[in-house]
């Protein structure tokens, strides 16, 4: 109701300026909100991550712990510490283990470099004493401490990290120094604690004490863990920026490092266990003869240890991830020593406390010598009881204090020590969806410390910045908005428009930092977007309509700034966004530049990455320039350069390619900044990440919109997901993606994707898919394609059956040919990118070739529901499927596509009806049989539930299940009816989509010279006669008629002549002659074509000599223009000649001039301007008595909504500037007055014509020249591509089909040939009783039914595994959504670069002309 209140009060006063008060307000212009919900379930999430941190760190040092007191001579079972002692060294290994797999996956299935020898012995010989330390430790000292001085002595594997941070110097400030040192202090105070623990327990020695060999324990301990924190060497070296460039080269290799060492530590680990052996005395054979349950508890206590030190890792890196590192990871695991020390201690207590009952006055050393004397042993608390029995060895059994002060004060010591060393984890901050590789040094953890190995391994923070331009902890990255437009409409053009706007309000004005560290830019690029009259179309006068539309609900007044262009493709319109963003239009002309989506990319491409990265490193000249501003000009080594025009051109000078990104979008894409931003982070995480992709949601309504839901959901659930986590995603759809700059601009990218279609297999391949085939271009040059199913984006799809058809004969064709084109070069595209394997061309071998046989498998689908419904012959039944495919064939290579269309619209029907049939056959025959324990049962029983337990991991797309029904029914249209339509019009090479019907009607009617109609009753007879009819007398008809064409069209070209010679310039002379190319970039042929008697060379001589001396005058003239421009004014516009389509955009935008707008701009216009709380009583009085003298000076004067004349203009400025000057001067605050009149100017601002730069249009004439010039018409060549493209489509379809047709040939005769070579499987109950009978299947089917659903297991498995990523991407980003951290100034008319201009630059104020 608050919402409909305020709408209602803003119409209310509009209407009191108008008689339309009514605007537009799309989906999605309203202000973003937190959502608390969301926030809770955020903290929520956090907590759950810490506490699993901690359970799982607590069990795993508590089960080693446990494993280790039970292998130690004093154990309650003596007897069977040999096998315990295997368990702990099997504990030792298991993270070796796992990081032997992971290592030798990436080193053969990703990328392999050879290592340098010399650093590989060195990490050889480290790892091995770190091992060789590890095992001395846990299968030597620990097992002879007591569980007590187990746990604290692993405190103390922090000695070399603090040595080596005190010995780097790697703290920020000097001061921090004294953290490592009090480490160090409190390591060695806790060894010489450990010492005199021991000395006080051998004085103190009473019955089944301590032995002589306690201090050589002890030296073996420490000398042991000296060793360990050798493990963390390399986290103090990469800190350091003088040994960080040392082992940049270890990055390379690594892995296959980690293969070497994971053996090597293993070894050291079995030959300490094997001395161990050999020196007790334990034979070999004793393994063998361990009883039942002292393996399984053995077994069970590893069990536990692996599973919950894998956890523990894991959910630390998560913590990590989700900007959690305190809550999440730190304290956790800080915690973890002190929660087991109380748990052990109370476990102690308890068991003292039920000794208590039966002695009550019992002493705590009596308690402990039941346990030396401890004969019968329950097997439910004999961990409990060991626990109790090492406590009771520790000093706590003597009556003394002393002794169990010291070891508690030991324990403190270590501890301590530990937190000194890692101090910098607490203020340490990662970035969204960190690599685990950046938050950690080594990639897993160590079984025996884990919490000290999580800690310890966490990467430092580097000191110097080695990049100086930035001190920012995010790169810093500039993001070009690309829409191509191709004939969208008013509601589709809106979509895109109000994404644009909530992006520019999410990030604010450009000149403030925002927490993201992003700068963008709009540019939209229209195709098609001039008539044949060289005038705009209606869909630039609707897009025009929908940028005013929406700039009044965003901000409730009129465009700022807006600028009109000429430029070589067209026409240009520039419009400052309401924060401050810019956005560009680029109205294309067909004529001037090539059309459609590829060539669009092309040209925002070569301008945004090529043009402005080149203007942005080389400042242009000011010889260049035409009345600059002394305000934007620079000097450099005596030259004078003006800066660039734009925000982002001059912040684009520090960031590099890498940092350039282009996100590429349809003209109809819905989209939030959250989802453009998650994006950003794949990119800006990953280095080798050249694109990524969101989850397309398809809009709409109607059956075929609700079959592309499913279908698009069951693409990006499954296939997608499972792309990214084998390898790499083949295409990244060009209606919401995210490149790379440096990606496109590598070699053999960009350059190739100019290519221009020539052979038929190009113009499938080239121009019928762009977007996979940039993508696949990307993919042969090692970059990686990466799918993010958070950001979500929404699109309309094709409504119509006869538009979703042609949509997808592109798309098919196109996915084959690129998917065969990578698999092709799949062994030289695997060398160069990491993200393809060999597994995965098999696994994408697999996929396509189950794809090929689609059609085969629907048509023995259908078979199955006639052999079982009408009980029919299988053989039959397979060939009754198989004839209307095949009539379908004949239809479509003897028809036009539209009738293919209406034949495929019917049979889709028809085969809807048959799948209901085959659906409820499969039941049926689980009804029949008693069972769905067979092999189609069970494909569709588990199918079901894999789809529902999808859903469910998408709980926002749940719904669309209801869809799925609607895609099973509609299978055989889309992957039979659809195939065959598909391939059979292979040579058809048009869009077939957004067709205008203008143009469709141009084309059917021409060369028509008679239509007739005849309608009667149910009759619709058509008679059309065209110009290819062989009849005399048209050709007579035709004659005749073509000279008063030609007449018509000579006179014309002789008008266009006289009034080109007869423009007036500057009033007196005529205008000269214009070149060429100037002819072409205005749209207008060259009205003096070369006279037949003359050759061409001639004439271009002639002409070239001509053009030369106007352009010798021409350079004159400007000379002349130039000594007397220096004496005018500085803000002087040049009125420049307007072209034809200027005019109608112009008037659009003038209509902010009228009564009503003004008063409405006004007051916006103020408010903006003085938005500070503290000039709000000041706010409020301008606007209320700026409204008074508006009122007061237009109110007889105009309509509400006539436009104002440029002479009341004038006198509306004078008096609104002399009425806010009075205000200010009153209210003490003239420093506000340049904003004032800023805000003034910009509301009395009309749209202004402009020039574009002599050296921007250089670069569009040559650019057009090169690559873009439109394509000639030539009908032989047309003729010949037509007739490769038949050939090519004859080719695909016999192959195609011929492997349909020996797919569905072999089961036919496997079916004929009867039960002699089927499988016989044993019919199975639900309640898991046997029958007597069997079930007969055919091999192939089988087979064929095995495989697919192994792939659907496969691709599920990769789905859970995104999932998980994706949430933590999703948390991680909400916790830093929306947050600026804006600069206070209180002058923003003062000239400000964003990035700092180098030393050699110098402003000046005067710079000689």
């Known amino acids: 109701m608050e919402e409909q209140k305020d709408r209602s009060e803003q119409r209310q006063e509009r209407h009191g300026d108008t008689w339309d008060p009514f605007q537009l307000n799309p989906i999605g212009a309203e202000k973003e909100s937190k959502k608390r919900g969301f926030v809770f379930l955020q903290h929520l999430f956090a907590l759950f991550v810490g506490l699993f941190v901690l359970v799982s760190a607590f069990f795993s040092k508590g089960s080693l712990l446990v494993l280790t007191t039970m292998a130690s001579e004093k154990s309650l079972l003596e007897k069977d510490r040999a096998f315990y002692l295997l368990m702990v060294a099997c504990s030792l290994a298991v993270p070796n283990v796992l990081l032997f797999l992971k290592s030798l996956w990436k080193c053969a299935f990703k990328n392999f470099v050879a290592p340098n020898i010399k650093t590989m012995l060195v990490i050889c010989l480290i790892e091995s004493l770190v091992s060789f330390g590890t095992s001395i430790l846990a299968l030597v000292a620990m097992p002879y401490f007591d569980i007590l001085t187990n746990l604290f002595i692993l405190g103390s594997v922090c000695f070399f990290s603090s040595v080596f941070q005190a010995a780097f110097h790697l703290q920020k400030k000097a001061w921090k120094i004294i953290f490592p040192i009090c480490s160090v202090v409190f390591v060695l105070s806790g060894y010489i604690l450990l010492g005199l623990d021991y000395y006080i327990r051998k004085t103190s020695t009473v019955a089944n004490g301590n032995s002589q060999n306690d201090y050589l324990y002890v030296g073996l301990g420490i000398f042991a863990t000296i060793l360990v924190s050798l493990n963390w060497w390399e986290n103090s070296f990469q800190a350091s920026d003088k040994l960080h460039n040392a082992l940049t080269e270890l990055e390379g290799f690594r892995d296959f490092v980690f293969v070497l060492s994971s053996i090597l530590r293993t070894a050291v680990i079995g030959m300490v266990f094997a001395i161990c052996i050999t020196v007790e005395g334990v034979h070999w054979s004793v393994f063998s003869k361990f009883p039942a349950d002292t393996v399984h508890r053995g077994v069970s206590i590893l069990m536990v240890q692996a599973f919950a030190s894998a956890v523990c890792h894991w959910f630390g890196v998560v913590g990590c991830k989700i900007h959690a590192v305190r809550c999440s990871f730190a304290l956790p695991v800080v915690l973890t020593t002190p929660a087991v020390v109380i748990a052990f201690v109370v476990s102690f207590l308890m068991q003292f406390n039920n000794f208590l009952k039966n002695n009550i006055n019992a002493t705590i050393g009596g308690f402990c010598a039941n346990f030396y004397n401890y004969k019968l042993m329950n097997t439910s608390k004999l961990v409990l009881d060991e626990i109790s029995n090492s406590i009771c060895r520790t000093s706590v059994r003597y009556s003394e204090p002393w002794g169990p002060a010291v070891m ?800 009341l203009v004038e006198e509306l400025r004078e008096s609104l500037n002399d009425c806010a000057r009075r205000i200010l001067v009153m209210n003490q605050v003239e420093t506000l007055q340049k904003r004032v009149r800023r805000a003034i100017e910009k509301t009395l601002m009309a749209p202004q014509v402009e020039k574009l730069p002599d050296e921007e249009r250089d670069f569009w004439v040559k650019l057009i020249e090169r690559y873009l010039e439109p394509l000639s018409e030539d009908k032989a060549h047309k003729e010949e591509v037509k007739r490769e493209l038949k050939s090519l489509r004859n080719k695909a379809t016999f192959l195609y089909f011929i492997v349909n047709i020996l797919w569905v040939v072999a089961t036919f005769f496997l079916q004929a040939i009867g039960e002699a070579i089927s499988i016989k499987i044993p019919k199975i109950y639900p309640n898991g009783t046997v029958a007597d009978e069997y079930l007969n299947v055919e091999p192939i089917g089988l087979m064929f039914l095995l495989t697919f659903a192994v792939l659907l297991f496969v691709q599920f498995l990769a789905m859970l595994y995104h999932r998980v990523y994706t949430l933590i991407h999703m948390v991680s980003y909400r916790t830093t959504e929306k947050e600026y951290a804006t600069k206070d100034s209180d002058d923003e008319d003062e000239l400000t670069i964003a990035n700092k201009i180098p030393s050699m630059f110098s402003i000046e104020d005067d710079i000689p002309m």
């Open 408 to 1207: 508690g004060l030991e324990g403190l010591c270590w501890w301590v020590g530990l937190l000194c060393s890692t101090y910098y984890i607490w203020t340490q901050k990662f970035q969204r969806i960190e690599r685990t590789t950046q938050i950690f040094v080594r990639r897993l953890y160590e079984a025996a410390f884990i919490d000290q190995s999580l800690l310890l391994n966490t990467r430092m923070k580097i000191i110097k910045v080695r990049k100086q331009e930035s001190n920012e902890k995010v790169e810093s990255c500039v993001i070009y908005l690309c829409a191509t437009m191709w004939h969208e409409t008013f509601d589709e053009m809106l979509k895109i428009l109000t994404s644009m706007f909530r992006l520019d309000r999410y990030r604010g004005d450009p000149k403030e930092q925002h927490k993201d560290n992003i700068d963008f830019e709009c540019h939209i690029f229209v195709d098609d977007s001039y008539d044949k009259d060289n005038n705009v179309n209606k869909y630039v006068k609707d897009l025009v309509s929908v940028i005013i539309e929406v700039y009044r609900v965003f901000t409730n007044k009129e465009p700022d700034d807006v600028s009109i262009i000429e430029t070589p493709y067209g026409g240009r319109l520039t419009c400052i966004l309401p924060e401050g963003n810019m956005l560009y239009i680029h109205l294309k002309n067909k004529q001037l530049i090539r059309n459609k989506k590829r060539w669009s990319q092309i040209m925002y491409m070569y301008y945004l990455l090529g043009w402005k990265g080149y203007i942005a490193k080389n400042p242009q000249r000011l010889r260049t320039v035409v009345n600059p501003c002394r305000a934007s000009l620079v000097s450099m080594n005596g030259n004078a350069f003006i800066l660039p025009q734009d925000e982002n051109d001059s912040k684009r000078k520090n960031i590099s390619d890498d940092n350039t990104y282009i996100m590429a979008l349809d003209g109809d894409t819905d989209f939030h900044p959250s989802a453009l931003i998650l994006l950003v982070d794949r990119l800006r995480m990953y280095q080798n990440v050249g694109a990524a992709c969101g989850r397309i949601h398809p809009t709409g309504m109607g059956p075929m919109v609700w079959y592309q839901k499913f279908e698009y959901a069951v693409g990006h659930w499954l296939q997608k997901t499972a792309e990214h986590v084998f390898g790499s995603v083949l295409c990244s759809p060009g209606c919401f993606s995210l490149f790379r700059g440096s990606a496109l601009m590598d070699d053999n990218v960009l350059k190739r994707y100019t290519t221009t279609s020539t052979k038929a297999g190009e113009y499938v391949q080239y121009d019928q898919g762009e977007d996979r085939w940039l993508c696949t271009l990307l993919l042969q040059q090692g970059w990686r394609v990466e799918y993010n199913a958070a950001s979500d984006a929404y699109t309309n799809a094709p409504q119509e059956f006869n538009e979703f058809y042609n949509q997808r004969r592109r798309w098919g064709p196109s996915t084959l040919a690129n998917t065969l084109d990578l698999l092709h070069s799949g062994a030289e595209t695997s060398k160069k990118n990491s993200s393809i394997s060999s597994l995965y061309i098999f696994y994408q071998i697999f996929t396509v070739g189950s794809s090929i046989l689609g059609p085969a498998s629907v048509c023995l689908m259908i078979a199955g529901a006639f052999s079982f419904v009408f009980n029919w012959d299988a053989n039959f039944a397979i060939l009754l499927s198989v004839l209307p495919p095949a009539v379908y064939i004949i239809i479509c290579y003897t028809t036009k596509p539209a009738f293919q269309l209406a034949v495929a619209a019917i049979l889709s029907v028809l085969y809807a009806f048959l799948m209901t049939a085959t659906f409820l056959s499969i039941i049926g025959q689980m009804v029949e049989e008693k069972t769905f324990i067979t092999p189609s049962g069970l494909f569709l029983v588990s199918a079901s539930i894999l789809y529902v337990t999808t859903a469910i991991l998408h709980p926002q797309e749940f719904g669309l299940l209801i869809y799925g029904l609607m895609y099973v029914i509609c299978i055989p249209s889309g992957y039979l009816l659809l195939a065959i339509y598909s391939l059979v019009n292979l040579h058809i090479v048009s869009w077939g989509t957004r067709e205008s019907t203008s143009e469709v009607a141009k084309e059917k009617t021409m060369g028509v010279v008679c239509d007739k109609r005849c309608t009667m009753c149910c009759w619709d007879i058509k008679i059309e006669v065209n110009q290819e009819t062989k009849n005399v007398v048209l050709q007579q008809l035709q004659q005749t008629v073509q000279p008063k064409n030609k007449n018509k069209q000579q006179n014309l070209n002789n008008l266009q002549e006289l009034q080109l010679q007869t423009i007036p310039q500057d009033g007196n002379e005529a205008a000269p002659l214009k070149r060429p190319s100037e002819y072409r970039l205005a749209g207008q042929h060259d009205p003096s074509p070369p006279p037949s008697d003359k050759s061409e060379d001639q004439y271009e001589k002639e002409k070239h000599v001509r053009f030369r001396d106007l352009d010798e005058d021409q350079d004159q003239g400007q000379d002349q223009d130039q000594d007397q421009g220096q004496d005018q004014n500085e803000d002087q516009i040049e009125d420049l000649p307007e072209n034809v389509w200027i005019k109608p955009i112009k008037e659009e935008f003038l209509k902010k001039l009228t009564y009503a707008n003004l008063k409405r701009n006004l007051a916006a216009q103020i408010k903006h301007a003085l938005r500070d709380k503290k000039h709000e009583d000041v706010c409020d009085e301008l606007v209320l008595m700026l409204t008074d003298t508006l009122n007061q000076e237009l109110f007889d004067t105009v309509g509400p909504e006539d436009i104002l004349p440029d002479s």
